[in-house]
């Protein structure tokens, strides 16, 4: 983990951060910097994990629209790439670190001394080990990573609620849940409606399926995202995943979570309460407002990056039925999801192997989902009693991908 120039250097209990004296005395402040402290209004101090990302990317643009109350001060990022190199430059973080170069000082910018909030925006497996050092170090945890809650859901909300760590939903859907239930995961409701786009290739036939190429799955009709969550909500396992994270975060049975189909992406989900009332969060599709709504939690602040809704023009918006059978990676998530255990650490570990070989032209689109039930198929699969079984079973599922993607390879 790198340093800046005037990062923070402690000596002797005495804190200097960019030539500016800090007296701590049993852990009290006795003056602060002024760069953290504008107009009475405490500015909330970020570390950014997977900060090169598309959802990385825009958490910079949110913090840079709103100087005076965010400041990113630590950020990791796989590669020391010049995109890296310039957020470094331009961001002037205290630490920064890339995973490639050194693993464990990336993982120690999730648990940052300074840092008030821990943004994990980076995608895969490995975003769970951030998320638990986030949260072992007390920090709020901001999560875009879907697979913390996917493969180790079981594992962080215990361990949250024993630290007493907030976490904040990223994940557009979430986001619109926790909204809708006004910021409060434990807030009572009947059912939970996950809206989802249906993907590109709504309506295709087996044989058409077949012919998908990456740069086709690539077009998503109405979201900007990373290849592997594109290529995930055109097989619509991405939808899979948001119900087992819903689970999760709301402590929902898997009976009172519905997915529909909703082609206009405006509805970003819905929360239905006792007597029949049926709340929902509309937006034109951005990742801004969610990455905002976290980081300005429990406020609001003014978004230039969201379209205003203009309902003076018309306005068509289709809700339909998820098919079962049409969508094979869907139904398969939710067969993992209600098995619990490392079923879904099973499941995400040959979805990750089996994209990035289509990806590489290596495997056809049908063949996703292929590996993916032959990998669950022959697969052990166990109770989740810590992060070592969750990585253990992670590692088992690649190698058998692999394997199984032979059969199938183009």
């Known amino acids: 983990m790198r340093q800046q120039k005037d990062s923070p250097v402690y000596l002797g209990g005495i804190l200097f951060i960019k030539k500016t004296l800090i007296l701590l005395l049993t852990g009290i402040i006795l003056m602060q910097d002024n760069n953290f402290i504008k107009s009475g209004n405490t500015i909330k101090k970020i570390a950014l994990i997977g900060s090169t990302g598309s959802i990385g990317r825009q958490t910079v643009q949110v913090v840079s629209a709103h100087p005076d109350r965010f400041k990113i001060v630590a950020i990791a990022a796989n590669r020391n790439s010049e995109e890296f190199l310039r957020q470094v430059k331009e961001l002037k973080p205290c630490c920064y670190a890339a995973?490639?170069?050194?693993?464990?000082?990336?993982?120690?910018?999730?648990?940052?001394?300074?840092?008030?909030?821990?943004?994990?925006?980076?995608?895969?497996?490995?975003?769970?080990?951030?998320?638990?050092?986030?949260?072992?170090?007390?920090?709020?945890?901001?999560?875009?990573?879907?697979?913390t809650l996917v493969c180790g859901g079981e594992l962080i909300i215990p361990l949250a609620e024993q630290k007493g760590v907030d976490i904040l939903p990223i994940d557009s859907e979430h986001s619109a849940i926790w909204q809708c239930l006004e910021y409060d995961r434990k807030k009572p409701f009947k059912r939970l409606i996950i809206t989802a786009s249906g993907g590109p290739f709504r309506g295709y036939t087996k044989e058409q399926l077949e012919g998908v190429t990456p740069e086709k799955a690539l077009c998503h009709p109405t979201w900007n995202m990373g290849a592997k969550i594109t290529i995930d909500s055109a097989t619509m396992l991405n939808k899979g995943f948001e119900v087992i994270e819903a689970h999760h975060l709301y402590g929902a049975e898997y009976g009172a979570i519905t997915a529909v189909i909703h082609p206009q992406s405006i509805v970003h989900s819905m929360v239905e309460f006792a007597d029949g009332a049926v709340l929902a969060q509309l937006s034109e599709p951005t990742m801004h407002l969610p990455i905002q709504a976290a980081l300005c939690y429990p406020e609001r602040l003014?978004?230039?990056?969201?379209?205003p809704m203009?309902?003076?023009?018309?306005?068509s918006l289709e809700f339909l039925p998820i098919e079962r059978g049409m969508y094979p990676c869907y139904d398969i998530a939710l067969q993992c999801g209600r098995a619990g255990g490392t079923a879904p650490a099973i499941l995400n570990a040959a979805s990750e192997t089996a994209v990035g070989l289509f990806?590489?032209?290596?495997?056809?689109?049908?063949?996703?989902?292929?590996?993916?039930?032959?990998?669950?198929?022959?697969?052990?699969?166990?109770?989740?009693?810590?992060?070592?079984?969750i990585s253990a079973a992670d590692t088992?599922?690649?190698?058998?991908?692999?394997?199984?993607?032979?059969?199938y390879k183009r």
Not at 103 to 126: E, K, N, P, R
Not at 310 to 315: E, P, Y
Request: glycine share 10%; aromatic share 8%.
């Open 310 to 315: 203009d309902f003076t023009k018309a306005l």
């Open 99 to 147: 995973a490639e170069q050194d693993g464990q000082a990336a993982l120690d910018i999730a648990s940052f001394t300074d840092a008030d909030i821990v943004v994990v925006a980076c995608g895969g497996f490995a975003g769970l080990k951030y998320s638990l050092a986030a949260v072992n170090a007390g920090k709020t945890l901001a999560l875009a990573n879907k697979e």
């Open 396 to 407: 088992l599922a690649r190698q058998r991908a692999l394997a199984a993607a032979q059969k």
């Open 359 to 389: 990806l590489q032209n290596k495997l056809p689109f049908t063949g996703i989902y292929a590996v993916i039930n032959d990998v669950l198929s022959g697969t052990p699969q166990a109770e989740i009693n810590g992060y070592d079984g």
């Open 302 to 307: 003014p978004c230039g990056y969201v379209q």
